[in-house]
């Protein structure tokens, strides 16, 4: 894994993820997995927070957990009070439908919005933020992963917990679909459900940082060919077999399963021809406007709408909405999110910022 401050390839995966999101809900392809896009940011978002936890406690050997949520604060809260404002307008002049609910809108503030839209009978508050559940699983899986963090970090449990971990969440979605009857919606939008989307990123990141991962997937051309032509088989499975039973159960763990060689090698591998077009500048700036993007584009999906293009123009439809999604985008990237970044980089919650020496490494069992 690079060292540097910034991890190959990520920013790429996130251009891609927001693509393959927007096309679903946009339906520009028949048949697009716009749920695939919002594993992948699960995926990642596991990945990249792991990643940094991982320096954090080798430079310091601890992590402060009031500094980890103040950066979670920082980095989610103003684009999405931005965004949930300009919804707001956009709901006052009649060009996006909702009813501006305010208990939905407390739930999508303050992330329990993905099990409150279903257990509670409310409004929609804006039309165009359901995407929202996605945020209440990140939220909540991030009051836990640093607790379970450190036990591993730490050698008080080792990875083979990880695994456990996975196979449980499994049993898990296969009970509550099995016996409980839970619809395949709430399965894919709950916490409890999906925080293995989450946790094989974070799998991936800490087998990478004590050295197993490289033993998993050998660099030689011969061995990635396999593990990527494998992963691509497994993925195109999990998008081909519709059955509700498959993708309430085995869909997730065997995405986040197929994901973990490619990031692994887009990582390692970045500057090969395969990975590279993920690191080109243009795909990376998508992938630094995709959070405000990905909160952002169903509710200028719906403004379009009211214009009536949908219907009578969707190539003009397509270019409207991607234009006003990214104009947003970058309103919000350069007006909110870049002036925040130093505060977000001071928020370490460590006094002494000097390098300890320790054994760095974490449990490889």
């Not at 887009?266 to 395969?274: D, F």
């Amino acid at each position: 894994m690079s060292k540097s401050n910034v991890i190959p390839s990520l920013d790429g995966f996130r251009a891609l993820a927001i693509a393959i999101v927007f096309a679903g809900h946009a339906r520009l392809f028949p048949g697009i997995p716009g749920g695939f896009g919002v594993t992948i940011f699960f995926f990642l978002s596991g990945f990249l927070i792991t990643s940094l936890l991982i320096r954090e406690y080798e430079r310091y050997q601890s992590i402060s957990l009031p500094a980890f949520f103040a950066r979670r604060i920082v980095r989610l809260m103003p684009p999405l009070l931005a965004t949930m404002a300009l919804g707001t307008m956009l709901v006052l002049i009649g060009r996006v439908p909702g009813d501006l609910d305010l208990s939905t809108f407390a739930s999508q503030i303050f992330f329990y919005f993905n099990y409150f839209h279903v257990y509670a009978d409310s409004g929609t508050s804006i039309e165009g933020t359901r995407i929202l559940w996605s945020l209440a699983v990140e939220e909540h899986f991030y009051l836990i992963w640093p607790g379970v963090f450190l036990l591993i970090a730490r050698g008080w449990v080792g990875v083979r917990f990880m695994v456990l971990m996975l196979i449980a969440i499994l049993a898990w979605r296969a009970f509550r679909f099995y016996v409980w009857g839970d619809t395949e919606w709430m399965i894919y939008s709950f916490t409890d459900t999906r925080f293995d989307s989450l946790l094989f990123g974070c799998f991936l990141a800490i087998l990478m940082a004590n050295g197993t991962a490289e033993r998993l997937f050998p660099q030689t051309a011969r061995a990635q060919a396999l593990f990527l032509g494998g992963s691509l088989i497994l993925i195109g499975i999990a998008f081909l077999i519709r059955d509700p039973a498959f993708r309430s159960t085995l869909r997730y763990s065997i995405q986040g399963a197929a994901l973990m060689p490619v990031f692994f090698y887009a990582v390692t591998c970045a500057n090969t021809w395969l990975f590279r077009p993920l690191n080109w500048s243009l795909v990376r700036w998508v992938g630094v406007m995709s959070y405000t993007f990905y909160i952002s584009h169903y509710i200028f999906i719906f403004f379009i709408k009211s214009f009536g293009l949908y219907e009578e123009n969707y190539p003009l439809f397509v270019i409207f909405t991607l234009s006003l999604t990214f104009l947003w985008s970058t309103v919000v990237h350069y007006g909110l999110e870049r002036p925040l970044l130093p505060l977000r980089r001071r928020l370490t919650g460590h006094s002494d910022r000097r390098m300890k020496p320790a054994d760095n490494s974490l449990p490889t069992d």
